[in-house]
C-alpha cells in the first residue's frame, strides 16, 4: 500500500474514542510511514460550528458520510494508521471546493493565509 492520500476520508479511532470520520491532511511521502496528520470530524454542537471559520460543515449523503458534521480543523491531530480503516479504502475523497474550505479553515488556525496547491 502506498499509504492513504491527502483529502482521502476514512473511519479511524482517534484516543481510544468511537469511531469517527478524518481526513487525511498529510503529504502522500509523509503518508508511508506509521503515522498520519488528520483532521477529525464531529456531529456535536453542529449549529453552533457550522458558522465557525474553523470549521467546515458536511452534509449527510455527501462524502459517504451518513450525518450532518464539521470537520474540527481545531483538532489537527497525528493518528497511528493501525487506528485508521484502511483495508476498505477511503469512504469518499473531497472535492475542490470541499478542500479548499478545509485548508482555509487549517489556514485560520494556524494565523495564515493558505491556498491548496
Not at 476514512?10 to 506509521?34: C, H, M, T, W
Not at 457550522?50 to 483538532?75: H, R
Amino acid at each position: 500500500m502506498i499509504g492513504p492520500l491527502c483529502g482521502e476520508l476514512y473511519f479511524a479511532y482517534i484516543e481510544s474514542e468511537d469511531r469517527r470520520p478524518i481526513i487525511i491532511v498529510s503529504q502522500q511521502k509523509l503518508n508511508l510511514g506509521k503515522y498520519v496528520v488528520a483532521i477529525p470530524l464531529t456531529s456535536k454542537n453542529l449549529e453552533k460550528r457550522c458558522n465557525l471559520p474553523n470549521c467546515v460543515s458536511f452534509k449527510a449523503d455527501s462524502f459517504g458520510l451518513e450525518k450532518d458534521c464539521v470537520a474540527q480543523c481545531e483538532g489537527i491531530t497525528v493518528v497511528d494508521k493501525d487506528f485508521i480503516e484502511l483495508n476498505t479504502g477511503p469512504i469518499a475523497i473531497l472535492d475542490g471546493e470541499k478542500w479548499r474550505l478545509l485548508v482555509h479553515a487549517i489556514g485560520y488556525v494556524v494565523c495564515a493565509v493558505c491556498e491548496p496547491e
